[in-house]
């Protein structure tokens, strides 16, 4: 039976004259997504808001890493028979590169019908504004980056439309995600569990008969899930697509055994999705994220320790007036992070990981761009280096080693590492059993830095003080080395030393030279011998220090530190022996007065502190 004449009368009259999308079957591609699909839908209902003030109206945000379905979500919103009833006009803008206030003012005349107006006026705006006429509409912005911080753009509803107008805006920066909504929260969007993965790949995979018949295909098609998918929606119906057309398994199999990244299909619909975002990174965090390449799949990433290897690789860009150099690389980390190619599956812990599909994509990245990378050299120390994992940056500049528990290391192939490989800048040698080094490393004269961390070393070579461009020096549990060498003090660009939990029982003299040190873990003053607490006066560098044993200052001799003038200074660590026949209440709060740690501290410890109260 046809339609009433004025039911037809009434949908011709709220046409508005734009394309109507069809959406996939629901329950194909709202797998996982059901309930944040029903969250958005149930925000957009209008609630004749005529009150709000412009900045509480309308903004949604869908915020997620590459290929977890930002768009398909916003498009089935978009697309439901609820939402296009609610606005009078219904607006999709991909977002460009070059993207800007103007730019969209002209994409939404172009969807929105406007008859009767005249378009020989150049006033996009005002012709814009005549357009809606205080009608709803909603507007999705797809794939907006921190480049587009035009704010009229968010303005934009109460600019031209009724106060329900809303805005979808999907982005892969959580840090702009914050800047658009402020205190209010936006919906995240999280990989799909395993099961929500399978249940997507079989629905758009097994699609004709010879699939059924053969539990081959399914077993194939979960090791696919669980190996290269890693719970992305896009990549999950991308290998499925390809697959629902390949009857014969050795198909399947070579999706398996390929990398998930390539430039053949079907993963090179996936490549050029990571590749789009990776493009809006700036040139140094794409050197930075290309670094992290070189450490195994899985790697637990800590802010402070990546910054200093990259900035000791040379990949951080100079810092601008009043910035300092470490803080270029904790900004680049961030970024990285605000735009998930580095996740942080536990919140409570400051660790960070790669996706599997990002990691794999960072190696396609590092294998595209390096060259000369098979030397004779390099490949007689890899095999010797078997039983770890070690990688070297052309030309030859990083040598990261990885290993999870402690192995020995011949001091020949020590000598062997610094003979050959001279033009190290990058030398990481940590959780080895390693009890001296040869004098050989004084040939590394471009090292820049150097990690013997939970290594067994006991004595470090005078030799070593020669490495004149040493800016990092990393003993970080290193219990049984007792004494750094008297030269210690001629490593004149020494930056950053992590002594910490070493048995060290006091620092050379002569520590005054080395002021370019901004981080100084443990500065431990003997009774006899040594550095004295004097000498920490001219360190203006300073931003972390901690300094042991506070029980052999004389109390007169505590203020000549200066702390007080020490402007960079974030943290500062007070320590006085564990023992108590060695500590005098009285003696300790005289040498914390005299002390006077500047009041712009981020960070203040104070440990075995004898008195109860504290000076003012």
């Not at 009767?116 to 012709?127: F, M, Q």
């Not at 951080?316 to 270029?328: C, H, K, S």
């Not at 980390?333 to 990002?358: C, G, R, W």
């Not at 500047?598 to 008195?611: H, M, Q, R």
Request: hydrophobic share 40%.
């Amino acid at each position: 039976m046809p339609p009433p004449m004025e039911t037809l009368v009434r949908e011709i009259r709220n046409f508005d004259g734009q394309v109507k999308f069809t959406p996939p079957p629901p329950q194909i591609v709202t797998v996982g997504r059901q309930e944040c699909i029903k969250s958005i839908v149930e925000e957009l209902r209008p609630k004749n808001e005529y009150f709000l003030p412009p900045s509480e109206i309308g903004k949604i945000v869908i915020v997620g890493m590459p290929s977890v379905g930002k768009s398909t979500v916003a498009h089935l919103v978009y697309t439901y028979y609820r939402v296009r009833r609610y606005f009078d006009f219904h607006i999709w803008v991909h977002v460009s590169s070059d993207f800007n206030y103007t730019n969209l003012i002209h994409v939404m005349l172009h969807q929105i019908p406007h008859h009767d107006l005249d378009y020989d006026d150049h006033d996009d705006e005002a012709l814009l504004v005549k357009c809606l006429g205080g009608k709803t509409f909603l507007l999705v912005l797809d794939g907006l980056i921190p480049a587009h911080h035009d704010w009229d753009i968010f303005h934009t509803p109460r600019k031209f439309g009724a106060n329900d107008s809303k805005i979808i805006i999907t982005t892969r920066y959580q840090s702009l995600a914050s800047l658009i909504l402020g205190t209010s929260l936006p919906y995240p969007l999280d990989p799909l569990p395993e099961d929500d993965s399978w249940q997507l790949f079989s629905a758009r995979a097994f699609q004709m008969d010879h699939y059924s018949s053969n539990p081959e295909f399914a077993a194939f098609g979960r090791d696919i899930v669980n190996r290269k998918c890693g719970g992305l929606p896009f990549v999950i119906n991308t290998l499925a697509d390809y697959l629902s057309s390949k009857p014969h398994l050795n198909s399947w199999y070579a999706v398996l055994a390929t990398p998930i990244v390539a430039s053949a299909p079907p993963q090179s619909a996936i490549l050029s999705s990571l590749e789009q975002a990776y493009q809006q990174l700036s040139s140094y965090s794409m050197c930075c994220f290309t670094f992290c390449s070189l450490f195994p799949k899985g790697f637990e990433f800590q802010k402070e320790d990546i910054s200093l290897l990259w900035l000791s690789a040379g990949l951080l860009p100079p810092p601008l007036v009043g910035q300092r150099l470490e803080d270029v690389g904790r900004a680049i980390f961030d970024e990285l992070v605000s735009a998930y190619f580095l996740l942080q599956p536990n919140k409570d812990k400051s660790t960070f990981v790669m996706h599997d599909l990002i990691f794999e994509f960072a190696q396609y990245l590092f294998i595209q761009t390096r060259s000369l990378m098979k030397k004779d050299a390099i490949r007689s120390i890899s095999e010797k280096l078997s039983h770890v994992c070690s990688v070297c940056v052309n030309p030859f500049r990083t040598l990261l080693s990885f290993t999870g528990k402690k192995f020995q290391l011949p001091e020949e192939l020590l000598s062997d590492i610094f003979t050959e490989l001279l033009d190290l800048w990058v030398l990481r040698l940590s959780h080895f059993d390693i009890l001296r080094l040869p004098d050989s490393i004084s040939q590394l004269l471009h090292l820049t830095y150097l990690d013997l961390s939970h290594s067994s070393i006991q004595e470090l070579p005078a030799s070593i003080c020669r490495l004149s461009n040493l800016k990092t020096f990393l003993l970080l549990h290193c219990l049984g080395l007792t004494r750094l060498p008297s030269e210690f003090v001629e490593l004149l660009e020494l930056c950053y030393f992590d002594n910490d939990g070493t048995s060290l029982k006091q620092m050379p003299a002569g520590m005054s030279r080395l002021k370019n040190l901004c981080m100084l873990t443990n500065f431990i003053v003997s009774k006899i011998g040594g550095s004295i607490i004097e000498e920490l006066a001219s360190l203006w560098t300073l931003q972390t220090l901690c300094i042991l044993e506070l029980q052999n200052i004389a109390a007169d001799d505590a203020s000549s530190a200066k702390l007080e003038k020490k402007s960079s200074l974030d943290e500062l660590v007070l320590q006085w022996s564990n023992d108590e026949c060695n500590n005098s209440s009285e003696h300790a709060a005289t040498v914390l007065e005299n002390l006077m740690p500047p009041t712009n501290l981020k960070n203040l410890s104070i440990k075995n502190y004898g008195e109860t109260g504290f000076p003012n």
